[in-house]
């Protein structure tokens, strides 16, 4: 058996990949649900029902959805370039740092400025904080061909280690009775509900904005085209007059920047202050999204909901018919294999040796 590469991939199969890798995963995943005594349409039908069934889910499911739109976005626009950006956990945290640093100290020690001009600055510190934490890798590996793979995924453990350090030192909130949390931001400064009496803020119109803007970027703009030129062969790009090493640093810094906002949103619009156990893998996650959607920018936007479905009606499954919320996890992550097998088959087809 050999893999022969296609001369070109199929449309309907592009589009087909990602849904039947999810078809996929489903089936594979009955396995354990029947492993878990459980009957295994109730429980999918119980997903779905906890994940989209009724205003309250919906609500769950989009405010769960904000964060990974935005970190699966930081992930499509470093993969669309080869920049394999594993960080995005630890650029969330930098974000959301950044966030309470400028809007939490107002009123404090400094910083007496108005909540119009604070939010901006709030806003872009969380950006720049989250893009210099990528920049370091994306010189590492155009200058010294260092793997980026392995410094962005070191970096989120450096990062973790330091808000942890932070929240039990200069940035302890002194009233939360010694819990590790951070100073609250200002309440002028969080953002509104989009929903009344529902959780959903208006995060969800930042991260749909943003995803119109990366794509907008890619399609129409010269910093898109070479994106995907440097993303397609990087030497060929060279050859052709594309400022390679520009590129990859201008996605460093868009896509850390992408990944900070998500933690600047997510205190801003849910939190209000940052704590160890404020992302459960959003970061991560966002590579799993970037892939179902297949590197399109309004894909994420789908590929974030779903996800997040599945997250959110986990929980309403467990209670009802006893499965772990675990199978949750699996199916996000059997979900990542499945379609890079399903994208890999795209671009190949199958040969029997003779």
Avoid: C
């Amino acid at each position: 058996m050999r893999l022969e590469r296609r001369h070109q991939a199929s449309r309907t199969a592009l589009v087909l990949a990602p849904i039947g890798a999810v078809a996929f995963t489903l089936a594979i995943s009955a396995l354990l649900v029947l492993w878990a005594g459980a009957p295994v349409g109730r429980t999918y039908a119980l997903l779905l029902q906890g994940g989209f069934g009724s205003v309250f889910a919906w609500s769950e499911t989009l405010t769960r959805a904000i964060p990974l739109i935005l970190t699966g976005l930081a992930a499509t626009v470093a993969f669309k370039a080869r920049l394999f950006n594993i960080g995005a956990e630890g650029q969330l945290y930098a974000g959301a740092l950044a966030a309470v640093a400028v809007g939490g100290m107002h009123g404090g020690t400094g910083f007496e400025l108005s909540p119009w001009l604070l939010f901006p600055l709030m806003m872009l510190a969380a950006a720049v904080a989250g893009a210099l934490m990528l920049l370091g890798p994306a010189l590492m590996k155009n200058r010294l061909g260092v793997d980026e793979v392995v410094t962005t995924l070191l970096i989120n453990f450096i990062v973790l280690l330091g808000v942890s350090a932070l929240l039990d030192g200069p940035m302890k909130d002194p009233t939360a009775m010694g819990w590790p949390q951070s100073v609250s931001l200002q309440s002028d400064l969080e953002l509104g509900k989009l929903i009344a009496q529902t959780r959903v803020h208006t995060g969800l119109l930042w991260a749909v904005s943003l995803a119109v803007m990366v794509w907008a970027v890619f399609k129409y703009t010269v910093l898109g085209f070479d994106i995907r030129a440097v993303g397609a062969n990087a030497r060929a790009a060279a050859f052709a007059g594309v400022p390679v090493t520009r590129t990859v640093v201008s996605v460093a810094l868009l896509s850390g920047a992408l990944a900070g906002l998500a933690g600047a949103i997510e205190v801003a619009g849910r939190t209000s202050y940052v704590t160890l156990d404020m992302s459960p893998g959003y970061g991560y996650t966002g590579i799993v999204i970037a892939m179902l959607a297949g590197l399109h920018p309004l894909g994420v936007i789908a590929a974030g909901v779903f996800v997040a479905g599945v997250l959110v009606g986990a929980d309403t499954m467990s209670r009802a018919v006893g499965v772990p919320t675990y199978i949750a996890d699996v199916i996000v992550a059997a979900s990542l294999i499945a379609v890079l097998v399903a994208t890999l088959l795209t671009q190949y087809r199958v040969r029997r040796s003779r």
